[in-house]
């Protein structure tokens, strides 16, 4: 009996496996689908219906294949009872504090109010996501025309002034003479080139910053740019105060609050910061004490925000402290990143206008050079 029942697990172990891989290759680029099943699935729970049922009528509602069979397997895994939280970290479907929040919820019979607590997290972070996207734009776009109008000149105009400057019988200046080169570069090699390096920066660009398992390296470049490290700490500390707060509130034991952000950050300073923060609360420190013995703690956490920490845990009011954390910062983040733009506009105008300006002189001093000589 036993041996049939060890045989059954590790069947199950290997099916479990299979659909662990299926879903994490169709789950690429379903990241709004994922997040829509989240929402109708709390409404459904929230009207009191059984999750076997909620996830089977959206599965039978949903169009997209691939969002399809990872329901399937969702399905199949909770009808044979397994934990709906535990389903879901096979699959790879939902972020660290949403698992956190649907195993609290599944534990304490709360699931409906929990699943509800992290849709509004996660419409707080698309929010967000779509804040930074927005001042993205603007210098993303100018950027974008400036390059493909400095290519189309310098591989298709350059190239066909060299014979007219070699017929000038003058010295060339260095200028003109690297933009000569340079132009003749693109235009012999300019078809490989050029689609090479594009290629080449949307798969660094895809793996620094999109791919859950390589996009840590690209936060830690951002963290070490002087710019960007500023609205990087402001994020994560919103992020951090928000997630604990919430996980707080919901029920989750500090320590396992704790190990979800941890899990969540893709900062190495943060992580390690975190981790010790557990450790030390474990043995029963305050975070007073912890702020104090970690070095260049107020270089993750800003004073002002560990003394708000402070006084909610004095007064046991933390997870209100820190979700009047994630509020602040979360408002400073957004206001930085507005004034960045801001100053980026004309910096930008005042790049691409030197960029011109460069063209401009290495084509035209020549001439200058020639008129100057006729005289």
Same mark, same amino acid.
């Given at each position: 009996?036993?041996?049939?029942?060890?045989?059954?697990?590790?069947? %199950?172990? #290997?099916?479990?496996?299979?659909?662990?891989?299926?879903?994490?290759?169709?789950?690429?680029?379903? @990241? =709004?689908?994922?997040?829509?099943?989240?929402?109708?699935?709390?409404?459904?729970?929230?009207?009191?219906?059984?999750?076997?049922?909620?996830?089977?009528?959206?599965?039978?509602?949903?169009?997209?294949?691939?969002?399809?069979?990872? +329901?399937?397997?969702?399905?199949?895994?909770?009808?044979?009872?397994?934990?709906?939280?535990?389903?879901? &970290?096979?699959?790879?479907?939902?972020?660290?504090?949403? +698992?956190?929040?649907?195993?609290? @919820?599944?534990?304490?019979?709360?699931?409906?109010? $929990?699943?509800?607590?992290?849709?509004?997290?996660?419409?707080?972070?698309?929010?967000? +996501?779509?804040?930074?996207?927005? /001042?993205?734009?603007?210098?993303?776009?100018?950027?974008?025309?400036?390059?493909?109008?400095?290519?189309?000149?310098?591989?298709?105009?350059?190239?066909?002034?060299?014979?007219?400057? &070699?017929?000038? $019988?003058?010295?060339?200046?260095? +200028?003109?003479?690297?933009?000569?080169?340079?132009? $003749?570069?693109?235009?012999?090699?300019?078809?490989?080139?050029?689609?090479?390096?594009?290629? *080449?920066?949307?798969?660094?660009?895809?793996?620094?910053?999109? %791919?859950?398992?390589?996009?840590?390296?690209?936060?830690?470049?951002?963290?070490?740019?002087?710019?960007?490290?500023?609205?990087?700490?402001?994020?994560?500390?919103?992020?951090?105060?928000?997630?604990?707060?919430?996980?707080?509130?919901?029920?989750?034991?500090? *320590?396992?609050?704790?190990?979800?952000?941890? &899990?969540?950050?893709?900062?190495?300073?943060?992580?390690?910061?975190?981790?010790?923060?557990?450790?030390?609360? =474990?043995?029963?420190?305050?975070?007073?004490?912890?702020?104090?013995?970690?070095?260049?703690?107020? /270089?993750?956490?800003?004073?002002? /925000?560990?003394?708000?920490? #402070?006084?909610?845990?004095?007064? @046991?009011?933390?997870?209100?402290?820190?979700?009047?954390?994630? =509020?602040?910062?979360?408002?400073?983040?957004?206001?930085?990143?507005? $004034?960045?733009?801001?100053?980026? #506009?004309?910096?930008?105008?005042?790049?691409?206008?030197?960029?011109?300006?460069?063209?401009?002189?290495?084509?035209?001093?020549?001439?200058?050079?020639?008129?100057?000589?006729?005289?």
């Amino acid at each position: 009996m036993g041996a049939k029942k060890q045989k059954k697990e590790l069947k %199950f172990g #290997e099916l479990s496996r299979r659909k662990q891989i299926i879903a994490s290759l169709y789950s690429i680029w379903l @990241g =709004e689908q994922i997040e829509s099943f989240y929402e109708d699935l709390s409404i459904l729970l929230n009207s009191g219906m059984d999750i076997v049922t909620a996830v089977r009528i959206i599965h039978d509602e949903i169009r997209s294949f691939r969002m399809r069979k990872i +329901l399937s397997f969702l399905l199949e895994e909770i009808e044979s009872g397994a934990s709906f939280a535990h389903t879901l &970290e096979q699959l790879n479907i939902a972020p660290r504090f949403i +698992l956190a929040l649907v195993k609290v @919820g599944e534990d304490s019979g709360r699931l409906a109010e $929990n699943l509800g607590v992290a849709v509004k997290q996660l419409k707080r972070v698309k929010e967000f +996501l779509g804040s930074v996207r927005s /001042a993205m734009i603007y210098p993303a776009v100018v950027l974008s025309l400036a390059l493909l109008v400095g290519l189309g000149t310098t591989w298709f105009v350059i190239p066909r002034l060299t014979g007219a400057f &070699e017929s000038l $019988n003058v010295e060339l200046p260095a +200028l003109t003479r690297g933009m000569i080169a340079f132009g $003749n570069f693109i235009s012999d090699y300019g078809a490989t080139v050029i689609p090479g390096a594009a290629i *080449i920066f949307a798969v660094a660009a895809y793996f620094l910053f999109v %791919f859950r398992r390589t996009r840590f390296i690209g936060a830690q470049i951002l963290f070490i740019l002087p710019v960007a490290r500023y609205i990087i700490r402001h994020s994560e500390v919103a992020r951090f105060g928000y997630l604990f707060g919430v996980l707080l509130q919901a029920g989750l034991p500090i *320590i396992k609050a704790l190990d979800s952000i941890r &899990e969540a950050t893709e900062l190495k300073p943060y992580y390690n910061f975190y981790t010790f923060m557990r450790k030390k609360i =474990e043995s029963g420190e305050s975070f007073k004490e912890i702020f104090k013995k970690y070095k260049h703690s107020t /270089a993750l956490i800003p004073t002002t /925000a560990q003394y708000m920490i #402070e006084a909610g845990e004095r007064s @046991g009011s933390l997870p209100e402290a820190l979700l009047s954390i994630g =509020e602040a910062y979360e408002g400073k983040t957004s206001s930085h990143l507005k $004034n960045i733009t801001t100053i980026l #506009e004309p910096a930008i105008i005042i790049v691409v206008g030197l960029g011109i300006a460069l063209v401009a002189f290495s084509i035209l001093m020549p001439v200058y050079s020639l008129i100057g000589g006729i005289r």
